[in-house]
């Protein structure tokens, strides 16, 4: 059974960085893409990033292209999620999702396992 554990949320001023941890256990981590997914109160669950089991292979969402970066480490079975000049509109519920395939995609239809989320709120 496959159990993805994020952390890393809190409080933070706008401007500010936090860092996002999913470790995941329960099948063989590294052959798997892994996403992250935010949902804000009152909006639909909207991808993030994403990264293949080729850890070279990454894709972003436009409002968050050169503000985060996804990242893993397969020694670990971790995901992370470095989160950098937060802007209050990021404040959200963040979701780590591993996927059916080893590709990366922005669909949440391709994610197969959810973390239970992390709360991120960036104060203005």
């Known amino acids: 059974q496959v159990q993805l554990v994020e952390s890393g949320g809190g409080l933070v001023q706008a401007g500010g960085s936090l860092r996002l941890s999913c470790a995941a256990s329960g099948r063989t981590f590294s052959n798997y893409a892994m996403g992250w997914f935010r949902q804000a109160p009152g909006k639909e669950r909207e991808f993030v990033a994403t990264?293949?089991?080729?850890?070279?292979?990454?894709h972003y969402a436009d409002s968050v292209k050169g503000r985060f970066t996804i990242s893993r480490d397969n020694a670990k079975n971790t995901v992370y999620l470095q989160m950098n000049s937060l802007k209050p509109e990021d404040t959200a519920v963040y979701y780590c999702a591993q996927s059916k395939y080893s590709s990366n995609s922005w669909d949440h239809r391709d994610y197969a396992h959810w973390g239970q989320g992390t709360q991120v709120t960036v104060s203005s």
């Open positions: 990264i293949a089991w080729s850890i070279a292979n990454t």
